[in-house]
């Protein structure tokens, strides 16, 4: 069966420390992956979405970033943290344009 | 482009009485629609989906929606809710033809109290 990691599960950061989030997906290969915020007390958002190895596509403007290095790794960075990109990040596969199975998600505080 | 809206910021029922979360969506296009549950600090579950076929689509935990092309809308129903289904609930639409990008709406509070 196929599961989904993320990590780190908490993270606090100081305004204009870098960040980087990893997901990573085992049991399926050539996944769809995405990337959501969901911010406190709002739905989630899609971030970025890719479809293959280094193929990114960015949904909003934003100060983040993402990079798929291998087949199931998906990684969320930022040079620099905004306290705007505190919330809860979550992670998503789709073998396709089929369903969407989330991760664990990680929530991030940025002070 | 696609839109969902769900009507009902917060619920609170009792304990065995049945609920009903509302889900009305937007499209120019056919759409898959789909019923998530967050609980406190965890990911989506996957509810149920609606992809095509009837349009009474059952999920877990005892829930179910109905799908109503006429009036666009997808709500979900359980007929007698436990504490245990207190949670956010989020609708999401995407569209039949593309990546699988999803529009979720702002989700529901559900509170089942004793």
């Known amino acids: 069966s196929q599961t989904i990691h993320q990590w780190p599960a908490t993270l606090v950061q100081p305004v204009g420390s870098p960040l980087s989030l990893e997901c990573t997906v085992e049991?399926?290969?050539?996944?769809?992956l995405y990337w959501y915020r969901q911010a406190a007390g709002r739905g989630l958002q899609l971030l970025f979405y890719?479809?293959?190895?280094?193929?990114i596509s960015s949904e909003v403007p934003q100060n983040l970033s993402a990079s798929r290095p291998q087949d199931r790794q998906f990684i969320l960075s930022s040079k620099k943290l905004l306290l705007s990109d505190s919330g809860f990040y979550l992670c998503?596969?789709?073998?396709?344009?089929?369903?969407?199975?989330f991760g664990p998600g990680t929530r991030l505080l940025v002070l | 482009a696609q839109s969902v809206t769900q009507l009902d910021s917060q619920v609170s029922v009792f304990e065995e009485a049945p609920v009903e979360l509302r889900c009305n969506y937007s499209?120019?296009?056919?759409?898959?629609l789909f019923w998530y549950v967050q609980y406190p600090n965890q990911g989506l579950q996957l509810l149920l989906k609606?992809?095509?076929?009837?349009?009474l689509v059952k999920g877990i935990n005892g829930f179910e929606a109905e799908f109503n092309k006429s009036q666009t809308s997808f709500h979900l129903r359980k007929p007698s809710v436990h504490i245990s289904d207190t949670a956010e609930y989020f609708c999401?639409?995407?569209?039949?033809?593309?990546?699988?990008?999803?529009?979720f709406g702002q989700g529901t509070t559900l509170q089942v109290k004793p």
């Open positions: 609606y992809l095509s076929g009837s349009t």
């Open positions: 049991g399926t290969s050539n996944p769809n």
């Open positions: 998503a596969w789709s073998k396709g344009r089929e369903t969407q199975y």
């Open positions: 999401a639409v995407r569209r039949s033809s593309n990546t699988g990008k999803l529009i």
């Open positions: 890719s479809v293959g190895i280094g193929q």
């Open positions: 499209s120019s296009v056919s759409v898959y």
